[in-house]
């Protein structure tokens, strides 16, 4: 279970680390969307605030995956973004569903496998 803490853990890491960086770097260029998703990612776009936070919080979640610190205090930060990446993808772009799932069940997984640092969350003193 540990090796495998550890694969998911620095999968994940990568992940958001290539995709914050490379949004703050412009390293990729926008792929093009239509439809639903083009209306959509326009309202993120004019926000102006969330997609740099959401870049934010997953290059400081990358971080802390790959170093392997914080990480009760990242799974949870990074929580309600898998869940939006999943919806998102879900509902907009099934294409890209599978990476999605993955990202949500890894972050699942790293939570049940840190789990004893949780419990203290749900008891009602």
Known sequence: M??????????????????????????????????????????????????????TVELLCGLSFVTGKYMTLANLVIFPVTINILLINYFLTPENLPIAIFVFLGNIFLIFTHWENYKGLFKAN
Not at 19 to 26: A, D, G, K, V, Y
């Open 2 to 55: 540990k090796i495998a803490t550890i694969i998911i853990r620095t999968m994940l890491g990568l992940l958001f680390l290539y995709t914050s960086i490379s949004h703050f770097l412009h390293l990729n260029p926008t792929p093009v969307s239509s439809g639903d998703f083009q209306a959509f990612q326009a309202g993120l776009v004019v926000s102006t605030y969330l997609i740099p936070l959401a870049k």
